[in-house]
């Protein structure tokens, strides 16, 4: 069973900051099957990266995704008023399907 | 579109079933997955069913408690949760598993997952005496 660390638990920063935020994995796992999530208070999460580094439709082109192996990161390279939000990983493998990290919290400084 | 129902307040050992009503897109093509976040928590993948309702997948904590279905002539999906428990207690969200489809080019590719890119806004259950 895979299980997904993510670090840290809560990042404060400023608009126009740069966010780096970790995702590690208790085994090596595929890249291809690393997936980010950015959820808002009361909404439901938004699929921003799939295949550890592929952005999803209409997501804004200063959201990366990285990694290999055990850790993968996302960065946020210039912070908008929009994206203070919860971001989660997630792993999809065999048993279970699919894992979630427990998510890290970007608040403003 | 995707719109969740179902949810509330039932007693602990009772039984609930959700239901998620999807519009907009091609129900019958994709795998569909259901995705809960217990008060305060991060997010717990639950449940997910393949196309044609034949592969289900679930976590361990609600095997044989909980069955997935859906009715494609119904454009519908739903969870049946029986045994509930206080641990059940979660906002309960369904959502479009793209799993291997890449949904730019329509076509597969298993060294790929291409995430969970259509979600519901959530229904919620509350296990409580």
């Known amino acids: 069973e895979i299980v997904l660390t993510q670090s840290p638990g809560t990042l404060s920063l400023s608009p126009g900051e740069r966010a780096t935020l970790a995702c590690r994995a208790s085994?090596?796992?595929?890249?291809?099957?690393v997936a980010w999530y950015q959820q808002k208070p009361g909404q439901a999460p938004r699929l921003l990266i799939y295949?550890?580094?592929s952005r999803a439709t209409g997501i804004p082109d200063r959201f990366r995704g990285s990694g290999s192996g055990t850790d993968f990161t996302l960065t946020i390279s210039r912070l908008e008023p929009e994206d203070f939000a919860v971001y989660y990983c997630?792993?999809?493998?065999?048993?279970?399907?699919?894992?979630f990290g427990q998510g890290t919290k970007i608040e403003i400084k | 579109q995707l719109v969740e129902s179902g949810g509330g307040l039932v007693q602990p050992g009772g039984s609930l079933r959700l239901s998620c009503g999807a519009s907009g897109f091609t129900f019958s093509m994709y795998w569909m997955t259901w995705v809960r976040q217990a008060p305060g928590k991060g997010l717990e993948w639950v449940a997910n069913i393949e196309q044609e309702g034949r592969q289900t997948y679930y976590v361990d904590s609600v095997k044989g408690r909980f069955t997935i279905s859906r009715d494609n002539a119904k454009n519908s999906l739903y969870l049946q949760m029986s045994g509930l428990r206080a641990e059940d207690t979660a906002v309960y969200y369904c959502?479009?598993?793209?799993?291997?489809?890449?949904?730019?080019?329509?076509?597969?590719?298993?060294?790929?997952?291409?995430?969970?890119?259509?979600w519901g806004q959530g229904t919620t259950v509350t296990v409580s005496s």
């Open positions: 085994h090596s796992v595929s890249s291809t099957y």
């Open positions: 295949g550890a580094s």
């Open positions: 959502a479009r598993d793209l799993e291997h489809y890449n949904i730019l080019t329509g076509s597969y590719n298993s060294d790929y997952y291409y995430g969970l890119d259509v």
């Open positions: 997630q792993h999809y493998g065999t048993s279970p399907r699919n894992t």
